[in-house]
């Protein structure tokens, strides 16, 4: 059973930077992408960032060269680095095993401007 857990959202300032955190049992990277994605109000979920099994990474448009994805094997964690935060940024991120259709319970982010 794939168990996925976020942590590190919060209120920022636009400029600032959030990194969140997704605690990751029942799957092992080497087999599987992972990914963030995010929801904001009265809006469809949508694809934030993804890592696949060999360490490839692509992005959303709207955060490339802002967000950066990464994971630590050994610890079976996967991360969102967020510089450079927009208002715009403002969403529930989840954190997600797609082939596995497996989600987070989602972690806030707001960033005020």
């Known amino acids: 059973q794939v168990q996925l857990v976020e942590s590190g959202g919060g209120l920022v300032q636009a400029g600032g930077s959030l990194r969140l955190s997704c605690a990751a049992s029942?799957?092992?990277?080497?087999?599987?992408?992972m990914g963030w994605y995010r929801q904001a109000p009265e809006k469809q979920r949508q694809l934030v960032a993804t890592?696949?099994?060999?360490?490839?990474?692509n992005y959303a448009d709207s955060v490339k060269g802002r967000f950066t994805i990464s994971r630590d094997i050994a610890k079976n964690t996967v991360y969102l680095q967020m510089n450079s935060l927009k208002p715009e940024d403002t969403a529930v991120y989840y954190c997600?095993?797609?082939?596995?259709?497996?989600w987070g319970q989602g972690t806030q982010v707001t960033v005020s401007s």
């Open positions: 997600a095993a797609p082939g596995r259709g497996s």
């Open positions: 029942g799957i092992r990277f080497s087999y599987d992408t």
């Open positions: 890592i696949t099994s060999v360490g490839r990474t």
